[in-house]
């Protein structure tokens, strides 16, 4: 019972992110059509979620298995920038396209999900593959002069 309780909870807060990230998306994307986001080279909702990002003083943004490829660590406490992620449509959603479609009504199927996506800036993240200098006790065990 209580693992249902922590699933809801996780749940909302996703749900709440994504609405707050929705809010951000529109607000930029109003403010681009007002002419305040000229200088973007990347004119999407997600060049300007990067864009907002910069501004912040969050650059270099990646996921954490990418900064984890890369020999870095997310700092503790920090917290994921987010953007929305490459479009999902279930199986059950391609079959209900599939029936507007045939129907006629090819409009009304254009329903894309985008996840969330989560990223950390280069400020948010460590180094862990740091060099330290060999003890005298490895060179003892090593074979080489």
């Given at each position: 019972m209580k693992k249902e309780r922590d699933e809801k909870k996780e749940r909302e807060a996703r749900?709440?992110?994504?609405?707050?990230?929705?809010?951000l998306?529109?607000?930029?994307?109003?403010?681009?059509n007002l002419g305040e986001?000229?200088?973007?080279?990347?004119?999407?909702?997600?060049?300007?979620?990067?864009?907002?990002?910069?501004?912040?003083?969050?650059?270099?943004?990646k996921t954490f298995k990418e900064?984890?490829?890369a020999g870095y660590t997310v700092r503790k406490g920090e917290k994921a920038l987010l953007i929305w992620g490459m479009p999902i449509t279930s199986k059950a959603e391609k079959?209900?396209?599939?029936?507007?479609k045939k129907q006629g009504r090819e409009e009304?199927?254009?329903?894309?999900?985008?996840?969330?996506?989560?990223?950390?800036?280069?400020?948010q993240v460590h180094n862990c593959l740091l060099y330290t200098s060999p003890s005298p006790r490895d060179?003892?065990?090593s074979r080489m002069p």
């Open positions: 749900l709440l992110k994504r609405q707050q990230l929705k809010i998306s529109q607000s930029l994307v109003a403010r681009r986001y000229m200088g973007n080279e990347d004119d999407t909702v997600n060049g300007l979620l990067r864009f907002y990002y910069a501004c912040k003083g969050y650059t270099n943004l900064w984890k490829e079959q209900r396209i599939e029936e507007l009304e199927a254009k329903e894309d999900f985008f996840p969330l996506c989560y990223l950390f800036a280069e400020s060179s003892e065990r």
